[in-house]
C-alpha cells in the first residue's frame, strides 16, 4: 500500500500542503468551540479541556508530520519551565491505576528555558515510557541546569547496562531507535539541538540522558511565574 | 554503516502518530457527544461536534501520505454531483459546474472536497473569468474537469499531488496541462459499488 510522490514535488512543499489541510478542520473546530461562549467554555468551564485537545493537536501537528515525512521540525520556542513539565509527567504516571514503580524526582536550580513546550512533554512523556518498559522498579529522574544547557536524567534503578535490556537499547540508540517512543524523544531533542543517549550510573544502571540546549538562558521566562 | 533491519518500519511509525495525534481529538469528540446528546444541547455544541469529527476525518485521510502510504479514504454512498456541488459552493470562488444526472455510487466525500478545493485553487477564480468545472460520467465512472485561466497558488505542485494522490486511492488518475496561461485538469474517478438498501457492503 505505499504510494510513492513524484519526486519533482519535494517533501517540504508536501508537508506544508499536509499542514494547511490537517489545519483548516482544526481552526473550524476551534471557531465553533468560541461560538460555544457561556460558562462551558469559560476559563474554568466544563468544555475547556475540549479546546485543550484542539491546541494539543495544532500544537504537535506540524512537528510530526515534518517527522513522518523525515524532515527536521522548525519548532517553535516559548518559555518552558522543566521543573514544572518533570513533575507534571510523574503525577500523569502515578495517577495510572497500574502504576507500580515508584518514579522520585531530584531537580536543581534553575530549570527554566526557551524550548518547545509541547516537544519537551512529549519527550518527558516518551523517556519515562521507555524507562518504565524497563523496570517492575524504582526510577529516579534528576534535571539540573549545566551553563546553557539543561540534562534530564532518568536512572533505571536496579537494571544494569550489561543486561540484555541495557544492550538493547543502546543497539537501537546506536542506529535509527525503531521504539516510536524513542525514536521520537531523539528526534525531538535533535530539533532543539540536543541529543539523547543511554549510559550507565556509577552505578552501572541504564540511565538515560536527554540534553536540551538553551540558545539564551536570560531571556526565559517560566510560564505562570 | 545503516542496517536496514534496524529502520524504522515508517508505516508502523506513521500508523503509531497519527494514533498519538488523533488520541486528544477522540477524547474531546466523546465528552462533545455526550453533551449534545443532552437534550436541549446548543446547536454550537452539534457544530463542535461535526467540526471535532472532520478534524478527525482529516487526519486519519490524509496523514497516511506523509509516511508514503495511500490516503486512507473510506467509501460511503452518495451521489459525486451533490459532493462536487457542495464541494464548489464550499470553496466560496467564481466557478461555474456544469454537472450532469446524478451519479450513484460509493465514494469518499472528504477526498471529493479535497480534491475540488485544491483543483479550483489552480485557476484564477476571480468573477470576471470564472473557471469552468464540468463533471461527466455514467455508472462508477466520472470525469470532473477543470479549464481556466491559470493562477499560481502558493505550493501549486503539492496541490497537483495531493489531487493525484487522492484520484488514484479513489480508482482514478489526475492530469494536467498548463498552456499559454490556461490551466486544463482532468480528474478521472472511480466510486465503488454502492450496496442496496438493507444490504451491508462486502466485507462487513
Redesign the interface.
Known amino acids: 500500500?505505499?504510494?510513492?510522490?513524484?519526486p519533482?514535488?519535494p517533501p517540504d512543499?508536501?508537508?506544508?500542503?499536509?499542514c494547511?489541510?490537517?489545519a483548516?478542520?482544526?481552526a473550524?473546530?476551534r471557531?465553533?468551540?468560541e461560538?460555544?461562549?457561556g460558562a462551558?467554555a469559560a476559563a474554568d468551564g466544563p468544555?475547556r479541556?475540549?479546546l485543550?485537545?484542539?491546541e494539543?493537536?495544532e500544537a504537535?501537528?506540524a512537528a510530526?508530520?515534518a517527522?513522518?515525512?523525515d524532515i527536521a521540525p522548525a519548532l517553535q520556542r516559548q518559555p518552558v519551565d522543566l521543573r514544572a513539565e518533570c513533575a507534571r509527567a510523574v503525577a500523569a504516571y502515578h495517577e495510572q491505576p497500574l502504576a507500580r514503580p515508584r518514579v522520585e524526582l531530584r531537580l536543581e536550580g534553575d530549570l527554566t528555558g526557551r524550548w518547545n513546550a509541547w516537544a519537551c512533554r512529549r519527550v518527558l512523556h516518551d523517556l519515562l515510557a521507555v524507562a518504565l518498559s524497563l523496570t517492575d522498579g524504582p526510577l529516579m529522574i534528576s534535571a539540573a541546569r549545566a551553563g546553557a544547557q539543561v540534562t534530564v536524567e532518568i536512572e533505571v534503578i536496579g537494571v544494569p547496562m550489561s543486561s540484555p535490556a541495557g544492550r538493547a537499547l543502546l543497539?537501537?540508540l546506536g542506529?535509527?531507535?525503531?521504539q516510536?517512543h524513542l525514536?521520537l524523544a531523539a528526534r525531538l531533542a535533535e530539533a532543539h539541538g540536543g541529543q539523547l543517549r543511554a549510559a550507565p550510573d556509577a552505578a552501572g544502571w541504564i540511565t538515560l540522558t536527554v540534553v536540551l540546549p538553551d540558545p539564551d538562558p536570560r531571556a526565559s521566562t517560566p510560564e505562570g511565574g | 554503516m545503516v542496517r536496514d533491519h534496524l529502520t524504522p518500519a515508517p508505516v508502523r511509525r506513521v500508523r503509531a502518530l497519527i494514533h498519538q495525534v488523533r488520541s486528544p481529538l477522540t477524547a474531546a469528540l466523546l465528552r462533545v457527544r455526550a453533551w449534545a446528546a443532552h437534550e436541549g444541547a446548543p446547536r454550537a455544541m452539534r457544530d463542535l461536534e461535526g467540526a471535532l469529527v472532520a478534524a478527525d476525518t482529516a487526519i486519519t485521510r490524509l496523514f497516511p501520505l506523509a509516511g508514503g502510504m495511500v490516503p486512507a479514504l473510506v467509501f460511503q454512498p452518495g451521489d459525486l454531483a451533490a459532493l462536487v456541488t457542495e464541494a464548489v459552493r464550499a470553496a466560496g470562488v467564481s466557478a461555474s459546474l456544469e454537472a450532469g444526472p446524478p451519479l450513484p455510487a460509493a465514494w469518499d466525500a472528504f477526498a471529493v472536497g479535497c480534491i475540488v478545493r485544491n483543483l479550483l485553487s489552480l485557476a484564477d477564480a476571480r468573477p470576471a473569468h470564472p473557471a469552468r468545472l464540468t463533471l461527466q460520467g455514467e455508472g462508477q465512472a466520472a470525469v470532473l474537469t477543470l479549464v481556466g485561466r491559470a493562477a499560481s497558488p502558493p505550493l501549486g505542485e503539492a496541490r497537483r499531488w495531493l489531487v493525484q494522490q487522492l484520484a488514484a486511492a479513489h480508482g482514478g488518475r489526475a492530469t494536467f496541462a498548463l498552456e499559454q496561461g490556461r490551466v486544463a485538469a482532468y480528474v478521472f474517478l472511480l466510486g465503488r459499488a454502492a450496496s442496496p438498501p438493507g444490504e451491508l457492503p462486502a466485507g462487513e
Open positions: 500500500v505505499s504510494a510513492p510522490a513524484p519533482e514535488v512543499q508536501r508537508w506544508a500542503l499536509l494547511e489541510e490537517l483548516r478542520p482544526l473550524a473546530a471557531a465553533d468551540f461560538a460555544l461562549g462551558a468544555a479541556p475540549v485543550e485537545a484542539i494539543e493537536v504537535m501537528m510530526v508530520l517527522l513522518s515525512f543497539d537501537e542506529e535509527r531507535p525503531r516510536l525514536w
